[in-house]
């Protein structure tokens, strides 16, 4: 184990390296990539790396990207990729494609805001626009989660019971392209974690097809396998986490990650980066002899429903900020969870860093504020934080 200053796109890249070497004994590894801001650098990094038994494949387009990996896991291979922004919606139609077929493809998302009018900075609508297509959306804290996500997200992907892409997200140029120690395990000890990749259906070992034409009912049963299946990621979450620990010695955290929430009488709920300021905004209103508590929902596809009602339980006065905005309606975040909070609970959506604004602790502290004293959930509030 070695310790490296590293961007998290550089992280994910070494991260997508280790697990490809570890399939030198299985088929091989292939990455198909195509540039764009700021998920470019994860790309560079890859693509100057000695990988045994591995392709990175330059490609014209992000919807090619995707097609290089489709063939690469179809053929029994370990397949990685990397897009952010109109780069991840030129790709949708070949990640839609890809979760159909449940292949174990891995895909890094450095989430950009969609334009036009053009913004490189950090919005999480980009990703969230595929929470619907099958894919497990994994959203990170830091550099370190980035690099530990991807490992664990080839595990979890290429688990028989599981077979079906994984995407991590990371917030763009807040993670991307800020520097951070990161430790790196040796190549035998991912050689531990990962064993070769096996993907059942893969292509040239009997007589089968993917991709074929279905009656209704085949789709039924297929949507039904997969949604099943989805239904059963956070068990076998928690056993890639007791893997990883195992061989790195570390836990990764939980699909759900709660901070000082025991005896908090209000909750702040987030994703990404924003889940590390909430803690800090907790640290000074508790310093204050305020009971609040933040929840960081790292794991939004599948939604781990079972552990945020138990987290809400109890809990009157809950603050779901969401970094991206669902038009007409709100917060994403905050309509699937909302629900989920006892009858009568205030559930009040806030708007923040849309854009990739600051979003700091005390504009946290601002909303938790204005919580506090409703008596009913409003519209959501925009927080303009510049």
Known sequence: MTVQLLS??????????????????????????????????????????????????????????????????????????????NGLAYMAENCIVAASLRLPIV????????????NLWTDHGDALLLRDAGIIQLFCADNQEVFDSVLAAFRLAEDAAVMMPVMVCMDGFILSHASAPTEIPSQEQVDRFLPPA?????????????????????????????????????????????AFAAVFGRRMPDALDTYRTEDADALVVSMGTIGATAERAVDIL?????????????????????ALRRVFAGRWRIAVIDRDVSLGFGGVLWGEVRALADTGAVVQNYLAGLGGGDVRPEHIIGMLDDLLPRREAGVPELVEAG
């Open 107 to 118: 895909l890094v998302v450095a989430n950009r805001t969609i334009g036009p009018p053009w």
């Open 198 to 242: 096996v993907v059942p259906h893969r292509l040239g070992q009997g007589s089968h097809t993917l991709g074929q034409i279905e009656v209704p009912h085949q789709t039924e049963v297929h949507r039904l396998q997969h949604h099943a299946a989805m239904l059963g990621v956070p068990e076998r979450y928690a056993a890639v986490q007791e």
């Open 286 to 306: 508790r310093a204050r002899g305020q009971r609040v508590g933040a929840v960081r929902v790292r794991m939004f596809r599948p939604l781990p429903a079972e």
């Open 8 to 85: 998290a796109n550089h992280a994910a890249a070494l991260a997508a390296t280790l697990a490809g070497r570890a399939n030198r004994t299985g088929r091989g590894f292939c990455s198909g990539v195509y540039p764009i801001t700021p998920s470019t650098e994860c790309a560079e990094y890859l693509c100057l790396q000695e990988i045994e038994k591995g392709r990175v494949v330059r490609v014209e387009s992000e919807h090619s990207a995707m097609g290089v990996c489709i063939g690469a896991s179809a053929s029994g291979a370990r397949a990685f990729t990397v897009t952010a922004s």
